[in-house]
Structures are given as structure tokens and as C-alpha cells.
């Protein structure tokens, strides 16, 4: 029974996605990523995560889907960057702390509905580079916001469809 499951549904794979698309959403993350390096290199102040970077792949490719809502990408980095700070002040950098970090993190994602899954990662980028707290306004609710501001004015001048689908 349970090794059936393991050979999936058998369903399609999913439609493919015009070139001129697939461009566009390469230019969004391009631009961006970009942006942020070249504004922190201007500022000396670190702007980019590597989440940033599956940010981009959600923003720019699928920027209809729940997860790359500005809402979802701005209080999703927030919120599970302050449950790793959180964690690694107050029960160290251990396993236990980082696995629990992780596991608040998914759950108050989703019980306030600011699920995005690249900032899921971001308690494992704090536990492995251990900064301050200054690190949740540089790089990561800065840096966030500045995505979701260009993704606002990329989007809506790259598409018919409007971005955001909500707020």
C-alpha cells in the first residue's frame, strides 16, 4: 500500500510556459537581484538573503499564486526571520532550537496566512550565520520590501493581469 503511493498519481505534468514568459520572469529576478546588490554595494549595507533568490522564482514566474503575494512575501520573511532570531537568542544554536524554529515558523505562517515557502528557510540562515537583530531589518524586511515595490511596478507593466491579487 504504501510503496503504491510512492509511485505518485500518474497525473500530467503541468502545461508548459510560453517562452516570452519564461523571459520575463528571468528578467524580473535578473533586475532585482541586481538591484539589491547594487543598492547594498551603494549603501554598504548587506540587502540580499538567499532566499531572496526562490523569492524571485515564486514573484516573477507565478505572481498570481497565494505564495507570492506581497503580504505572504513581506510578513512571511519577516515573521519567520524574528521566530529564528527568537529561537537562537533564547534556546541557542542547537538542533533541537533550529528544528523547532522551523516548525514555528510553518506554523504561524499558516495559521495567519502569510504562507511563503522560501522563508521557510530563513531559520536555517539564521542559525547558520547567527547575526544580530539587526539582520531582520538589513537584509531581510528591507530587502523584502524592495522586491515586492519592483515586482509592483515590473509585474503591472509586464502584464495584462494585475499584481497583487490582494493585499
Same mark, same amino acid.
Given at each position: ?5 510512492? /509511485? ?6 503541468? %502545461?508548459? #510556459? =510560453? ?8 528578467? +524580473? ?16 549595507? %548587506? /540587502? !540580499? ?13 507565478? @505572481? ?9 512575501? #513581506? ?8 521566530? +529564528? /532570531? ?6 541557542? @544554536? ?23 515557502? %522560501?522563508?521557510?528557510?530563513? =531559520?536555517?540562515? !539564521?542559525?547558520?550565520?547567527?547575526? +544580530? ?6 537584509? #531581510? ?5 524592495? !522586491? ?6 515590473? /509585474? ?12
Amino acid at each position: 500500500m504504501f510503496l503504491k503511493k510512492l /509511485l505518485g498519481d500518474k497525473q500530467r505534468l503541468p %502545461p508548459s #510556459v =510560453p517562452l516570452n514568459k519564461i523571459g520575463l520572469a528571468c528578467l +524580473g529576478g535578473f533586475l532585482i537581484i541586481a538591484v539589491l546588490a547594487l543598492l547594498a554595494d551603494a549603501i554598504s549595507t %548587506p /540587502l !540580499i538573503l538567499g532566499s531572496f533568490g526562490a523569492t524571485c522564482v515564486l514573484v516573477f514566474a507565478y @505572481p498570481d499564486a497565494p505564495f507570492s503575494q506581497p503580504r505572504n512575501v #513581506v510578513l512571511g520573511h519577516i515573521i519567520t526571520t524574528f521566530i +529564528g /532570531l527568537l529561537f537562537l537568542t533564547f534556546l541557542g @544554536p542547537t538542533i533541537l532550537s533550529l528544528a523547532l524554529a522551523v516548525a514555528m515558523a510553518i506554523g504561524i505562517m499558516i495559521l495567519f496566512r502569510i504562507v511563503h515557502p %522560501p522563508a521557510g528557510s530563513n =531559520p536555517v540562515i !539564521i542559525f547558520l550565520a547567527q547575526p +544580530g537583530w539587526s539582520f531582520l531589518i538589513f537584509p #531581510v524586511a528591507t530587502g523584502a520590501m524592495i !522586491i515586492v515595490i519592483f515586482a509592483l511596478i515590473y /509585474l503591472n507593466l509586464t502584464r495584462k493581469e494585475n499584481y497583487p491579487k490582494y493585499w
